[in-house]
């Protein structure tokens, strides 16, 4: 059992090595000029359009929640002119790029990896080499631009669809009027908490593509090394979104003065 164990952790770090050189790669070809448009057009709406629905409602439903929970408590202290400005700074700084990458991860980055494992597997890959394509190029590019300016529009518009949420709540709920609400939010919120959440943004998609690309590429086993791979490149994008979001919030915040 030990020995399994070991053996899936190595193949688990041989696939993040290759996936941190896929990334470098992409970077280098975006920089070069190297993006293949129609790919990226095509999934810049996978991305975009397709998953901005259930952004929409997950955004509403922890706005409404998150609402819920604060308003109760914020009231019994007397501090109910805080409560619009707190849920907003949580929401752009914390929850908005994190709730829609981890959306994002498990809805096209497994779809990244099962759709190039499946072409790994099929020995659609190897046919690109014959045809002088570069599977960077042709498959991880677009895929990496799409996320990349796709995830910042989505956490905006979750960010916004969870304040309209919280706005409601507040005022059919807990009585607490707009302008009172929308006052908190002025004092509270500034422009650099909703550009740090778009830088989040940015980030948290580069790393959904890379990472379900990287695993795609690195498929092997047929039908079940597919799916096994879609699995462990989703989870391997949840860990690395949280990781990477304790660093970036301690880069960017950790020196804003209080209010």
Request: aromatic share 8%; glycine share 12%; net charge positive.
């Amino acid at each position: 059992m030990a020995k399994l164990a070991n053996s899936t952790f190595g193949r688990w770090l041989q696939r993040l090595q290759a996936a941190a050189l896929i990334g470098g790669q992409t970077l280098v070809h975006v920089t070069q000029g190297k993006i293949h448009r129609r790919n990226t057009i095509e999934q810049m709406h996978l991305v975009g359009p397709d998953s901005l629905g259930i952004v929409l409602l997950a955004g509403v439903s922890i706005g409404s929640v998150f609402t819920i929970q604060v308003a109760r408590e914020f009231i019994k202290y007397g501090a109910t002119s805080a409560i619009g400005g707190v849920m907003a700074v949580a929401m752009a700084r914390e929850l908005s790029p994190v709730f829609a990458a981890v959306i994002l991860a498990g809805r096209v980055g497994s779809a990244f990896a099962a759709e190039i494992g499946t072409m790994r597997v099929t020995e659609q890959i190897d046919a690109l080499y014959v045809l002088r394509t570069d599977p960077i190029d042709y498959l991880v590019v677009p895929r990496a631009i799409a996320c990349c300016t796709m995830l910042p529009l989505l956490t905006e518009l979750g960010f916004l669809a969870a304040m309209v949420a919280g706005l409601i709540i507040a005022d059919l709920g807990f009585g607490i009027g707009h302008h009172e609400f929308l006052n908190s939010v002025k004092t509270f919120l500034g422009p650099r908490d909703l550009l740090c959440a778009a830088i989040k943004g940015i980030c948290f998609g580069g790393l959904i593509a890379v990472i379900g690309c990287g695993w795609g590429l690195s498929t092997s086993g047929g039908a079940k090394g597919v799916g096994q791979s879609t699995t462990s490149a989703v989870v391997t994008s949840l860990l690395a979104i949280l990781i990477a979001n304790f660093f970036l919030s301690w880069l960017m915040f950790r020196n804003v003065p209080t209010l």
